[in-house]
C-alpha cells in the first residue's frame, strides 16, 4: 500500500483536490476529520482542552465550539501551541490505526490529507507528498469569499500557517490552482496516474 501526502495553504483548494483523489479510486484519511473525532465529549483531548480553555468553549450539547475555539488560539499564539501539543499526537495515532485498517483491506493508495502537514512533520513518515497551490491574491479572495472573513483576519490565518512558498520546497509534487475546476481535475488526474504507476 502507497501512502501519499496531500496539504496546500488555506483556500488552496486541498479538499477539492481530496474529494477529486477519492473519486479517481483513492482511500482518504482526513486529518481535519480525525480532529473532530478525538475531541468528542467525555475523550481525553475534550477533557484537556476543557480544562485547558473553560466550560465557555462548550456548546449546550458539550460539544467543543470549534469555532469559537478557532478564534482564541488565532489570537495568541500559546493557546495555539497548547491546543496542538493536545490534539496533534492523538491525530497521528489515529491516523496511523486508520491506515493499519486500509492496509488489512487491500487498499492500494491511501492519501492522508493535512493542513499542517509539513508543520506536524508528517512529511518525515510520509511520502510523496503533493501541495496543492495557488497565487497569494487567488488565496486571500477565496478565503474571504468561503469564510466571510475581514482582511484581518485573513491576514491572521497567513501569519498562523507555513507560508506557501516554504510548503512549495517541501513538497514532492505541486499542483497549481488558479484556474478552473476542469483545469485543477485534469491535473489532478495526471498526478494519480503518476502515482498508479510507481506502484
Known sequence: MKVVGLTGGI????????SMLLELGARIIDADELA????????????EIVEAFGEE???????????KLRR???QDE???????????????S???????????EGAEIVVYVAPLLFETQVHLWI????LV????????????????????EVERHFDAQMPLEEKRRLADVIIENNGTLDELRKRVKEVWEELLHSL
Open 11 to 18: 483556500a488552496t483548494g486541498k479538499s477539492t483536490a481530496a
Open 36 to 47: 473532530r473525532e478525538i475531541v468528542q465529549p467525555g475523550k481525553d483531548a475534550w477533557k
Open 57 to 67: 468553549i462548550l456548546r449546550g450539547d458539550r460539544t467543543i465550539d470549534r469555532e
Open 72 to 74: 482564541i488560539v488565532f
Open 78 to 92: 500559546k493557546k495555539r501551541k497548547r491546543l496542538e501539543a493536545i490534539t496533534h499526537p492523538r491525530i497521528r
Open 94 to 104: 489515529l491516523a496511523r490505526e486508520k491506515m493499519q485498517k486500509l492496509a488489512a
Open 127 to 130: 511520502r510523496p507528498v503533493i
Open 133 to 152: 497551490a495557488c497565487d497569494s491574491a487567488t488565496q486571500r479572495k477565496r478565503l474571504r469569499r468561503r469564510d466571510g472573513l475581514s482582511e484581518e
